[in-house]
């Protein structure tokens, strides 16, 4: 039996049948574990600091010690207004954290349609079929593994390919095409995660506007909760889960039916 998913309280009762689509569960997998994990270190290090400061400000005694420390008042409000901000600074690391797990969900998804055509070339090579051209030195220089060559080059294409590039690309190989509005959140993750990847979260005034409701700013930079990421995972899942399916009624023979 497969593992529950936690972050969005479903069971994956469809498995998938190609290498690719296993990848992609374990990748999320260990993004679901991260979050978890992560968010539990980063509540122990700002609860450290709130203790820490409880000492300096002798409202604590601190391990080994019987007397609290003394501080004069001048002192005392140095310190305490540069562990507020300290602590500030260490609750507010979640929504970076979070950034940054934006990031590989939508890696995983990437990774997941660069493997799989990867498969699918290999399985059905007729899918290279094309108008696009090859040089007779490409030819001869790759005449032990022209095949692999082809896949390469395909690869290559895919790697560089945005949301609407890939929902062509899907179409024009594989006959899939996404639901129009599983296309706009598809686009709207695309944007958030190079605002992220590419601008530290930092928004700019053109593209606020295009930024869902949902999605809380702060001084201009991206602010990614927990609900957001899970809703993400839960989209990009679906969208997976879609392509997944038809691929397996496209070219392999289906093992099971699924609900």
Same mark, same amino acid.
């Given at each position: 039996?497969?593992?529950?998913?936690?972050?969005?309280?479903?069971?994956?009762?469809?498995?998938?049948?190609? $290498?690719?689509? *296993?990848?992609?569960?374990? %990748? /999320? &997998?260990? #993004?679901?574990?991260?979050?978890?994990?992560?968010?539990?270190? @980063?509540?122990?290090?700002?609860?450290?600091?709130?203790?820490?400061?409880?000492?300096?400000?002798?409202?604590?005694?601190?391990?080994?010690?019987?007397?609290?420390?003394?501080?004069?008042?001048?002192?005392?409000?140095?310190?305490?207004?540069?562990?507020?901000?300290?602590?500030?600074?260490? $609750?507010?690391? *979640?929504?970076?954290?979070? %950034? /940054? &797990?934006? #990031?590989?969900?939508?890696?995983?998804?990437?990774?997941?349609? @660069?493997?799989?055509?990867?498969?699918?070339?290999?399985?059905?090579?007729?899918?290279?079929?094309?108008?696009?051209?090859?040089?007779?030195?490409?030819?001869?220089?790759?005449?032990?593994?022209?095949?692999?060559?082809?896949?390469?080059?395909?690869?290559?294409?895919?790697?560089?390919?945005?949301?609407?590039?890939?929902?062509?690309?899907?179409?024009?190989?594989?006959?899939?095409?996404?639901?129009?509005?599983?296309?706009?959140? @598809?686009?709207?993750?695309?944007?958030?995660?190079?605002?992220?990847?590419?601008?530290?979260?930092?928004?700019?005034?053109?593209?606020?506007?295009?930024?869902?409701?949902?999605?809380?700013?702060?001084?201009?930079?991206?602010?990614?909760?927990?609900?957001?990421?899970?809703?993400?995972?839960?989209?990009?899942?679906?969208?997976?889960?879609?392509?997944?399916?038809?691929?397996?009624?496209?070219?392999?023979?289906?093992?099971?039916?699924?609900?």
């Amino acid at each position: 039996m497969m593992k529950s998913y936690r972050a969005i309280d479903i069971k994956w009762a469809f498995t998938g049948r190609t $290498l690719a689509f *296993r990848r992609f569960y374990l %990748s /999320l &997998l260990r #993004v679901e574990d991260l979050a978890d994990a992560g968010l539990s270190g @980063l509540s122990d290090l700002a609860e450290e600091t709130a203790e820490a400061m409880d000492i300096v400000l002798g409202r604590a005694i601190a391990d080994g010690s019987t007397e609290p420390i003394k501080l004069d008042k001048k002192t005392a409000s140095v310190v305490k207004s540069s562990m507020r901000q300290r602590r500030a600074d260490q $609750l507010k690391l *979640r929504f970076h954290f979070y %950034s /940054l &797990l934006v #990031v590989a969900v939508w890696g995983a998804f990437e990774t997941y349609l @660069l493997m799989l055509f990867d498969e699918l070339y290999r399985l059905r090579p007729q899918l290279l079929k094309s108008d696009e051209t090859i040089t007779f030195r490409d030819v001869v220089d790759y005449r032990e593994g022209i095949l692999d060559h082809l896949i390469e080059r395909q690869q290559d294409r895919i790697g560089h390919f945005g949301p609407r590039e890939t929902f062509k690309y899907l179409e024009e190989r594989l006959n899939f095409s996404f639901s129009k509005s599983q296309q706009e959140y @598809l686009l709207e993750m695309y944007l958030i995660r190079n605002i992220i990847a590419h601008n530290t979260g930092i928004v700019g005034r053109g593209i606020r506007r295009r930024l869902p409701e949902s999605l809380f700013i702060e001084n201009d930079e991206i602010r990614v909760s927990k609900a957001y990421l899970y809703k993400m995972i839960k989209n990009v899942q679906r969208s997976v889960i879609g392509i997944e399916k038809h691929v397996i009624m496209k070219f392999y023979k289906p093992e099971k039916k699924w609900k």
